[in-house]
């Protein structure tokens, strides 16, 4: 099953000229640029909190965001791109639908879209080497539009991958799971041993697939 973990910025660049830090999070002020491909940079996310082990499937970041038009009528997105390495390098952008005078929630990425790369544990909770960057993007402009973004925060879906054994109090027997995960198919693995006195294998040791998922997309096609 997928597990999913929201971080917000702890900081921007001041790459947009008006409130930047108001895109660290819900409920304030917007960020506002009237230049067209302005980018703003956050980082500083939190995501300690991740297992240990675990295969990342997917990174969407929630843009919430609005226009304001001035002279004309123009067509305005926010793009989105990741970095994994402090901002040396950046995935390809992807933008939200056309951005409306009301303020509006959208979703750049999905569960399953790890935006062309694989990603490790290590990428995502260093310091400041994960991060977003959110640029003033458009289709066609007329006059001197302004782009607002109120919130740009990334979430993280994974599994958790690895082996967990539990020895049974005064019993022989111990049972572990092993989960296999790939971008199909999530394996999961049952080894029962038989031990002698309750600690010390017998040799005496079963291994089964105890489930398969297979997943289309973000959903689950087949249970085995």
């Keep these: 099953m997928l597990q999913a973990m929201r971080a917000e910025a702890a900081l921007t660049d001041s790459g947009w000229p008006t409130n930047p830090v108001e895109a660290r999070f819900e ?12 980018t703003l940079d956050l980082y500083g996310f939190d995501f300690s909190g991740l297992p240990p082990v675990l295969a990342v499937f997917g990174i969407a970041v929630m843009v919430e965001a609005a226009k304001t ?7 305005l997105r926010i793009s989105a791109a990741l970095s994994w390495d402090g901002g040396v390098s950046w995935t390809a952008a992807k933008s939200t639908p056309l951005l409306s005078a009301a303020t509006t929630q ?4 999905l569960p399953t879209d790890t935006w062309g790369r694989t990603w490790t544990r290590a990428e995502l909770t260093g310091a400041t080497s994960f991060r977003v960057r959110m640029t003033a993007a458009f289709d066609s402009i007329s006059g001197t539009p302004t782009w607002s973004l109120y919130a740009a925060r990334p979430t993280v879906f994974y599994a958790v991958t690895g082996t967990e054994s539990i020895l049974l109090a005064n019993e022989a027997v111990a049972i572990s799971e092993r989960i296999s ?8 693995f049952e080894r029962i041993a038989v031990n002698d006195s309750g600690s010390v294998p017998s040799g005496l040791i079963v291994d089964r697939r105890s489930q398969q998922l297979k997943l289309s ?8």
């Design 27 to 38: 409920g304030g002020a917007a960020a506002q640029t009237t230049i067209s491909n302005d």
């Design 69 to 75: 038009d001035s002279g004309g009528t123009s067509n």
């Design 106 to 109: 959208f979703a750049v990425g």
């Design 181 to 188: 995960v790939s971008p199909e198919v999530i394996r999961v």
């Design 217 to 224: 997309g973000s959903a689950i096609t087949a249970l085995q």
